[in-house]
């Protein structure tokens, strides 16, 4: 059974392999592509059902026990973080056949597009922080082939900028798990939670922390390193795009989630206190750079950084309540992020510009898109009994309890930001009188387009409206997670 918790990274890295060899036959290669993708949600969804049934399933490859081999660890919040990315893999490569030129296409999408899966599955469940850094190499050099699809300047100048942004902070992360390794001597994550209880260079492992931070924090786009983001994620192909908001940046909040309730737990009052701050102002500038243009793609790209901030927020208070918030906040955010960027190509597309200020009318002509933005857009700002709700309600009860109100204030603001900055573009863009389509021969293609944003919005509805039928694992989780010796004891058999 053990054995099953390497499939969800196995499978994409085989299905990566299998579509190479038919990337010049687009027809089956975009067949294949969708099966094995359906193929490796179903597996994903079922290790989720074994997981929740009976518990964390630990994987020792090779037969060496932990902590000396690679281990595979798969508790609930590992597997349904995979699971939820599966979900986002399967809605975004049914919307590529629609939405990737020929030219894409034959450049090895869907190998890169598996590969990405292969990564951020592989992060989230792997034990071993070296392994991690594996990880995110894997997804990074997938990321950067995807990133590239396409011929514009501006593609080339973001993809320069994201590459080198990333490359330093690689550097950062394996030169910063050398420090961890000589001081703690071990890279199997639960042991370095045990060990780092009894280590005395206590100063030391606060300052190995912080890099860490730094680390996942330019991952994850937190305040002030987020400058790379809103452009880099703007300019690709709305699959791609779709792909990297609603997965990339989430895998570094997951790093610093795990790191800061699992490892470097025990200095709260100095580390989370600064994750406090850190979320406000994360927010904060965040929906300010969303209200400051007009070009739609830009604005959803803007709109990740608030949301990493909601996750942060929680981190920082760090009760079981705002460590559950940022769980569900976490897989809301994923879901819906992957809805907004698939929706918004799909709008860029039929508009055939992305300057809001030349758009008009669009909801007379394409009725099902204008209310999905209307839906989607309730989501995204936390208006009840929408998921964003729920998660930011659990998040701002937790504040609260903890008397944090600077914070609190801060993401009520930024809620109603968020609201403001997305309304806008419904009612700039859809709204008005009825004119001339630009593009009337798009019409056939952006119906097309528009069922996996469909599902997906759907079940965003369904983790807002269904809360107490998701709560409860969600809430679990959080106790988990504030009780590191469950982790340490299952990988560990102590």
């Known amino acids: 059974m053990s054995n099953l918790i390497s499939l969800p990274i196995v499978l994409p890295l085989l299905a990566g392999i299998i579509v190479a060899f038919l990337a010049n036959n687009k027809p089956l290669v975009r067949r294949v592509a969708q099966t094995l993708a359906v193929i490796n949600l179903i597996v994903t969804g079922f290790i989720l059902y074994q997981v929740y049934q009976n518990g964390t399933i630990v994987l020792e490859t090779g037969g ?79 990321s950067y082939g995807l990133i590239v699809l396409g011929n514009g300047k501006a593609q080339l100048r973001e993809s320069m900028k994201y590459v080198l942004i990333n490359v330093f902070s690689s550097m950062l992360f394996v030169t910063t798990v050398a420090f961890l390794y000589s001081v703690v001597g071990t890279l199997n994550m639960a042991h370095i939670a045990q060990r780092v209880q009894e280590v005395e260079q206590q100063g030391v492992l606060t300052t190995i922390g912080i890099l860490l931070f730094f680390v996942f924090a330019t991952k994850a786009a937190v305040f002030p390193l987020y400058y790379w983001l809103p452009r880099s ?44 701050y850190l979320a406000a102002f994360t927010m904060i500038f ?56 698939l929706l918004i190509g799909v709008i860029a597309y039929v508009a055939g510009t992305s300057d809001l200020r030349k758009m008009n009318g669009l909801i007379h002509h394409y009725p099902i898109l204008g209310w999905f933005f209307f839906i989607a857009t309730l989501v995204l700002a936390g208006i009840p009994p929408f998921s964003g709700f729920i998660g930011k309600l659990l998040l701002i009860q937790g504040g609260l ?94």
């Open 64 to 142: 060496w026990m932990a902590p000396y081999g690679i281990i595979l660890v798969g508790d609930m919040l590992a597997v349904t973080l995979a699971f939820t990315t599966n979900i986002i893999a399967v809605a975004c490569v049914f919307y590529a056949s629609k939405s990737l030129t020929d030219q894409q296409e034959s450049f090895y999408f869907y190998s890169f597009f598996f590969l990405l899966i292969t990564g951020v599955s592989g992060a989230f469940i792997t034990g071993d922080i070296f392994n991690l850094f594996v990880f995110f190499e894997v997804l990074l050099m997938a």
């Open 233 to 276: 994620y703007s300019v690709p192909n709305p699959v791609v795009s779709a792909l990297f908001g609603a997965l990339l940046t989430k895998v570094g909040i997951y790093s610093i989630l795990r790191m800061f309730t699992l490892i470097f737990a025990w200095e709260a009052d100095l580390t989370h206190t600064l994750f406090i």
């Open 286 to 341: 965040g929906v300010i750079g969303a209200l400051s243009t007009n070009n739609i793609k830009l604005i959803m790209a803007y709109n990740i950084i608030p949301a990493v901030g909601f996750m942060m927020m929680g981190i920082g208070i760090f009760t079981e309540t705002s460590i559950s918030g940022t769980v569900y906040y976490l897989i809301h955010d994923m879901i819906i992020k992957g809805a907004f960027f």
């Open 401 to 494: 309890a903890q008397e944090q109100i600077f914070i609190v204030i801060a993401a009520l603001v930024s809620s109603l930001l968020i609201l403001f900055s997305m309304i806008r573009i419904f009612i700039q863009g859809f709204w008005g009188e009825k004119t001339e389509l630009a593009h009337p021969e798009r019409k056939q293609a952006a119906h097309k387009m528009t069922w996996p944003i469909g599902i997906l919005l759907s079940l965003s509805v369904l983790l807002g409206v269904g809360a107490e039928w998701f709560y409860p694992s969600v809430e679990w989780i959080g106790e988990y997670l504030m009780n590191p010796q469950i982790y340490i004891d299952s990988v560990l058999k102590e």
